[in-house]
């Protein structure tokens, strides 16, 4: 066994603009705190690791030459506002560990992190990397990225664009920003006047009311969705046009459906505790959901590449408590026809942009001044495909993705995220909910019907 620590700093090979020594980061960039994004990649090791090791080296430096805020600092400053901070004081070599284990490959586990624990230190680098090679072949990359710097679009356009250069390709310069600022509202229409806070968010609200849900123990289970029966759920829960009902909704609006009612029903059959939820009299769960929003710029010159930080845009919507805990396919259907209604409002284009003046506005980033909350939280990552050919480092795409977490890693009640194998179109969920909650959460009639305990 072998472990070697290679601090890579970028090269100089390009001639692009220059870059800002401080970035302030945007609002959107301060919702979350320094937890880590992190992926981890499996591939068949090719025929010469010494000179793979190379080639991921030298690929690594020419990818953080062309995003420059990969190597500084985040940093908070005197006025509480936070920066990537990009003088030659807070520059950084980002470390790439290399790994050799005598001992075959067993699956994945936390230790082949870069680095451990959810929250990153002050003054981290803002990525890191390991390479490990197995006895019997097989190598994983994992990757850990500051998220208070991009969202997970931005960590992969990353690190395809590493995998693009070991592959031995050129970049392609029109996906890669021109501007690095965190000014998102120059790819949408100018809003006037001040905009009130958009759902979930709340401004001055000291109840700390997802702190206090987040802060609950889990049971974390994960389930596997063929895609046949996807389609079957999709079909059971698309509204009766016979009826006269002319909505239309998406397999994703189906899932979102499924999902928040089996964390419903599960809650219920727990007796779970209310711990910083919505009031029971009201009647209705928020359901929080995150999108990335590149896509809603009018003009069409956020996506692919163009944008580096977080656009994940939150939003949320009410929904009828009673439908969530009935477990038939009408009252799915109903939630999900209301998943529809909601992304279609909060996701407009007009409505994102609101959004963004919202976090713009000076008022609104004193800390503590924006909190939100909701009673279902949900992350849909089936657009990305994490096991693609753009992830081929130079010997094929990879066998198989994960985020890294494993049997130790904390999740709050609650939570579920989405992902789907591109090949096979299975979707792999993640879902949790409270500790007396989840014996009903792993037998619920409706999830059992579509999915497979893993």
Request: proline share 7%; glycine share 8%.
């Amino acid at each position: 066994m072998s472990l070697e620590t290679f601090l890579v700093r970028p090269s100089n090979k390009h001639a692009r603009p220059a870059v800002p020594s401080e970035l302030k980061l945007h609002g959107l960039d301060r919702i979350g705190s320094a937890i880590q994004i992190r992926s981890h990649l499996t591939f068949k090791t090719p025929a010469s690791p010494a000179d793979t090791v190379e080639k991921l080296k030298t690929a690594l430096s020419e990818a953080l030459e062309l995003y420059p805020p990969v190597n500084g600092t985040v940093v908070t400053k005197e006025d509480d506002e936070l920066a990537i901070m990009l003088d030659d004081a807070h520059l950084q070599a980002t470390p790439l560990i290399v790994e050799t284990r005598d001992a075959p490959y067993t699956g994945d586990s936390e230790d082949l992190s870069p680095r451990q624990g959810l929250v990153i230190p002050p003054n981290s680098t803002i990525f890191t990397a390991k390479v490990t090679m197995f006895s019997c072949g097989t190598m994983v990359i994992a990757s850990s990225m500051n998220h208070q710097v991009c969202d997970l679009r931005g960590f992969l356009d990353f690190v395809e664009l590493w995998a693009q250069l070991t592959r031995g390709e050129p970049a392609d310069s029109a996906k890669i920003p021109d501007d690095w600022t965190r000014t998102p509202g120059r790819f949408f229409t100018p809003v006037e006047g001040k905009v009130s806070a958009p759902a979930p968010f709340l401004v001055g609200d000291t109840s700390g009311a997802l702190g206090k849900m987040m802060s609950v123990p889990s049971t974390v289970t994960r389930w596997r969705i063929p895609a046949a029966k996807m389609a079957e759920l999709k079909r059971d829960l698309s509204p009766n046009t016979d009826d006269g009902d002319d909505a239309w909704i998406s397999t994703g609006d189906a899932l979102v459906a499924l999902v928040s009612g089996a964390i419903t029903r599960a809650r219920e059959a727990g007796h779970v505790e209310r711990v910083g939820r919505s009031p029971l009299e009201q009647g209705m769960e928020v359901v929080a959901m995150a999108a990335d929003g590149r896509e809603r710029a009018p003009r069409g010159d956020m996506a692919n590449g163009r944008y580096f930080g977080n656009f994940n845009n939150l939003w949320s919507i009410p929904v009828s408590r009673a439908d969530l805990a009935s477990p038939t396919p009408a009252a799915s259907s109903r939630v999900a026809v209301a998943v529809r209604k909601g992304i279609d409002q909060h996701l407009s284009p007009q409505a994102v942009a609101n959004r963004v003046a919202f976090f713009d506005d000076p008022d609104n980033l004193a800390p503590g001044r924006v909190s939100w909350a909701a009673d279902i939280i949900l992350t849909n990552w089936c657009k990305f495909d994490l096991e693609g050919p753009k992830l081929d480092f130079g010997w094929g795409k990879p066998t198989s993705s994960t985020d890294g977490s494993g049997t130790n890693t904390f999740f709050p009640p609650a939570y579920s995220v989405i992902k789907q194998q591109k090949d096979s179109g299975d979707v792999i969920l993640l879902i949790t909910v409270e500790v007396p909650g989840g014996d009903a959460l792993k037998t619920d009639v409706l999830l059992t019907k579509y999915g497979t305990l893993l």
